[in-house]
C-alpha cells in the first residue's frame, strides 16, 4: 500500500555512498511512516549504520536525497542540521556514554544543551527518565561501572529524554546475551508505545527484529533487495532470504 | 640481506614525505579553527575551568621536582666552569637568564606535552573510537568547540602559569645548591637575580609558552580527532602526540628566539 506522503517522516531515495572507491550503498530508498518501526537487517559490514549516520548526518552520501519530517540532509550546513537533529535521538552500538561523567550526567547533558528546563526540572526528567529503563539505582555511577544490558539502557535513556520523533537504533542488542537482548526490545516497543516514536533498528538479531518490526527491510549489495513484515519475509522462498534466516536462527 | 630496489626505496620515501605534508597540512587547517571558533559563542567556559584544573594544576607536583632539580643541578655544574674564569660571581645572574628566557619556558613546555598532549590525543581517541564524538554532533554540540577549543584555550592560559612557577623554583634550586655550597646568602644572590633580570627578558619567555600551550593542545587534539583502528589507534594516537607536539615545541622556540633577538636585542 502507498503511503500517504505526508505521513513519510524519513524519506531515503537512491542514496549512494563509498569509501576508498568502493561503494557500499548503491541507490538505496527507504520511507519511514510516522510512528513506524522499520527494521533493516543484514550481514556485518553491508552498510547498515552507514545508512543510519547518513540519515542523521554524520556521513555524508555522494548522491541522492535524504528527508526528515520534509527537510533535505543532504547538504546541510551545521548549524541547519543541528535543528534537524533536534527530532531524532540515537542509540549508539555501544552507548557511548561520556565515560568522564556519572549517568545523571550523562542523562543530563542533551537537555541542558538543548532545552532552557531549569535545574529542577532537569533533575526530574532525569530520574523519570531512569525509572522508566529501570536504573534509577545507577544514577550516581559511572559508565565504567555498568554492565554492557546496563549501558544499553542508559543510551536508550539519554536518547529519547529530550523526547524526539525519531529514534535510530544502531545494533540495540548487539554483545547482550538472549534473554538481556529480548528484555531491551521489549523495551523499545514499550517505549515506543509510550512516546510515539517513530524509528529506524538496524540489527541482524532476528529475535530483536521479530519483537520491534512493523516492517524488515534486508540490505544486500548496496541496495534493498527485499521487504516486508517478519512472518511475509519467513514465507519467502527466495535463496537469500532463506539463507539468513536460517543462518540466524 | 636482500637489497630493495631504488624505484622502489624512492617510492616508499615519495608516500612518506607525501603523508608528512598531508599531516602538516591537515594540522595547520585543523588549528586555523581554533582562531574561528574561539571567539564564536556558544563559550564553554565551565568546561575551560576543568581543564585548567585537570591538563594545568596537576601537572604542578612533576614540575616542582623538575624545576628545583634543574635550577640545582645547572648551578652545580656551572659553578666550577665559571670559576674557572674568574666569573663565580655572576652565578646567580647566569641561573636567572638562563632559566628564565630559556630553560624554564621550553622544560615546562615539554614536560607538559609529555604528559598532557598524549593525554589529550589518549582521551579524544578513546571518545573517537567509542562514538562519543558523534554522540555529541547528534546531540546538537560542536564536538571542535566543546572538546578541542576548550582544552586548547586551558593549556594557553595555564602554561605560562606553570612556566613563571617552574623559573621561580628553578632559580631556587639554584639558590640551595649555592647556600649548601656556603657560596652566597639568601639576599646576595636573590639582590644578584633581580638586577640581572628585567621584563624585557621575562615577557618573551613566558609569552611564548602561550604559543606552546597552543601547539600541545592542538596537536593532541588533531592525533585524538583522527584516531583509526580502535584501541591500537588510540595508543599510536597518544605517542604521535608527544612527539610532534616536543618537535614542534624547540623548531617554534628557534623561530621565536629569532625574533626576540632581532626585536628586543640580546
Not at chain 1, 25 to 44: M, N, P, Y
Not at chain 1, 207 to 224: N, P, Y
Not at chain 2, 16 to 25: F, G, K, Q, T
Request: hydrophobic content about 45%; charged content about 20%.
Amino acid at each position: 500500500m502507498e503511503s500517504d506522503a505526508r505521513d513519510i517522516l524519513i524519506d531515503v531515495r537512491d542514496v549512494w555512498k563509498s569509501f576508498n572507491g568502493q561503494a557500499v550503498l548503491r541507490g538505496v530508498s527507504l520511507q519511514v511512516r510516522a510512528g513506524a518501526s522499520e527494521v533493516i537487517l543484514g550481514r556485518s559490514g553491508i552498510g547498515k549504520s552507514v545508512l543510519l549516520k547518513s540519515i542523521v548526518g554524520l556521513l555524508v552520501p555522494e548522491a541522492g536525497s535524504i528527508r526528515v519530517k520534509g527537510e533535505e540532509v543532504v547538504g546541510l550546513g551545521p548549524r541547519q542540521l543541528n535543528r534537524i537533529r533536534r527530532n531524532i535521538g540515537y542509540v549508539f552500538q555501544y552507548a557511548a556514554l561520556y565515560d568522564s561523567m556519572t549517568v545523571r550526567e550523562n542523562l543530563e547533558f542533551p537537555l541542558r544543551k538543548l532545552t532552557d528546563l531549569p535545574e529542577d526540572e532537569i533533575a526530574r526528567r532525569v530520574e523519570e527518565q531512569l525509572r522508566l529503563v529501570d536504573l534509577a539505582e545507577a544514577i550516581d555511577r559511572m559508565p565504567s561501572e555498568l554492565s554492557g544490558g546496563m549501558r544499553k539502557r542508559v543510551g536508550l535513556a539519554r536518547a529519547i529524554i529530550t523526547r524526539p520523533a525519531i529514534v535510530l537504533y544502531d545494533e540495540p542488542t548487539a554483545g547482550l546475551d538472549p534473554m538481556t537482548a529480548h528484555d531491551i526490545s521489549d523495551l523499545m516497543v514499550d517505549l515506543a508505545r509510550r512516546f510515539g516514536i517513530t524509528s529506524i533498528t538496524v540489527t541482524h538479531d532476528l529475535q530483536c527484529a521479530h519483537i520491534v518490526a512493523d516492517r524488515i527491510s534486508i540490505l544486500e549489495g548496496g541496495v534493498f533487495t527485499h521487504q516486508g513484515t517478519y512472518e511475509e519475509l519467513r514465507k519467502l522462498e527466495d535463496p537469500l532470504v532463506r539463507a539468513f534466516f536460517q543462518a540466524v536462527t | 640481506m636482500k637489497q630493495i630496489p631504488t624505484a622502489k626505496l624512492v617510492e616508499l620515501y615519495y608516500r612518506r614525505a607525501l603523508s608528512a605534508m598531508e599531516e602538516i597540512y591537515g594540522i595547520t587547517i585543523f588549528g586555523l579553527r581554533f582562531f574561528r571558533y574561539v571567539f564564536v559563542p556558544p563559550y564553554e567556559w565551565g568546561e575551560v575551568r576543568k581543564h585548567m584544573d585537570e591538563l594545568g594544576a596537576k601537572s604542578i607536583p612533576l614540575l616542582t621536582v623538575v624545576g628545583t632539580i634543574m635550577g640545582l643541578i645547572l648551578a652545580l655544574q656551572s659553578r666550577p666552569t665559571l670559576d674557572r674564569f674568574g666569573a663565580g660571581a655572576f652565578l646567580p645572574a647566569m641561573i636567572a637568564l638562563t632559566i628564565v628566557r630559556e630553560l624554564g619556558p621550553v622544560i615546562t613546555a615539554l614536560i607538559v606535552a609529555g604528559r598532557v598532549s598524549s593525554g589529550i590525543g589518549a582521551e579524544l581517541g578513546s571518545m573517537k573510537v567509542t562514538e562519543q564524538i558523534d554522540a555529541l554532533e547528534v546531540s546538537s554540540v560542536d564536538p571542535y568547540n566543546y572538546l578541542v577549543v576548550t582544552r586548547v584555550l586551558a593549556c594557553i592560559l595555564m602554561l605560562p602559569l606553570l612556566t613563571v612557577y617552574v623559573d621561580f623554583l628553578s632559580i631556587f634550586g639554584g639558590f640551595i645548591a649555592e647556600v649548601l655550597a656556603g657560596n652566597t646568602t639568601f639576599q646576595l644572590y636573590f639582590s644578584d637575580v633581580i638586577s640581572a633580570t628585567t621584563f624585557l627578558d621575562l615577557i618573551p619567555g613566558v609569552g611564548k609558552t602561550a604559543v606552546f600551550g597552543f601547539i600541545i593542545g592542538i596537536i593532541g587534539a588533531y592525533e585524538g580527532f583522527h584516531t583509526t583502528r580502535g584501541t591500537e589507534g588510540v595508543g599510536r594516537a597518544a605517542t604521535t602526540a608527544v612527539v610532534l607536539a616536543s618537535l614542534n615545541i624547540i623548531f617554534v622556540d628557534m623561530i621565536i628566539v629569532q625574533l626576540t633577538l632581532m626585536f628586543f636585542g640580546a
